[in-house]
């Protein structure tokens, strides 16, 4: 995986092949980005960056300026590597070993991104539930927005809070917001 753009754009980085993961590809981040460069000041956001898996994401929102970046996984692997990447390229990175449904009910925190990238092989209500839980929590601040990547296989525009697909090779994009 590399990081896009940014301080350390073009920079590539290798977590250990023995991590669960399944990143997204850079053709689909760079997109996404695209997206959300049109919409936020990074420097300005809170963004938390769940199933973190590589911090892929996460890395990417640092390099472009992003300061409050809480990355939540329950591998241990993952945890460590995101935490010694991050300290390596002085990234503000706050590291949580969790399972994300139980951080989600149990966090008082608030942000104005959360994106969620969960095992493709999840079923549909694993996926809504992610989404149920962000809003029954009031998680989001205002103008808040909840990307949750998946396959195409999963369809979840029947959602409330659903704004919006895209798809980008064989990832889609769901955006959610407060309504």
Not at 136 to 154: K, P
């Amino acid at each position: 995986m590399r990081i896009i753009s940014g301080k350390y754009k073009g920079k590539r980085l290798t977590a250990p092949k023995k991590l669960p993961v399944r990143p997204t590809t850079d053709m689909a981040k760079e997109a996404l980005f695209n997206i959300l460069n049109n919409r936020f000041y990074f420097d300005e956001l809170k963004v938390l960056d769940l199933f973190s898996g590589t911090g892929n994401i996460g890395f990417e929102f640092a390099s472009r300026g992003t300061q409050k970046i809480t990355a939540v996984d329950g591998h241990q692997g993952c945890v460590r590597y995101i935490s010694k990447t991050a300290q390596q390229l002085d990234f503000s990175i706050n590291t949580v070993k969790s399972d994300v449904f139980k951080f989600l009910q149990g966090t008082p925190d608030k942000f104005d991104l959360i994106f969620a990238d969960p095992p493709y092989d999840f079923d549909t209500e694993q996926f809504l539930n992610i989404a149920n839980l962000v809003f029954e929590q009031g998680l989001l601040l205002d103008d808040g927005l909840l990307i949750i990547e998946h396959s195409d296989q999963t369809n979840l525009s029947e959602h409330p809070k659903f704004s919006e697909q895209r798809k980008y090779g064989g990832s889609i994009f769901s955006f959610f917001e407060v309504k």
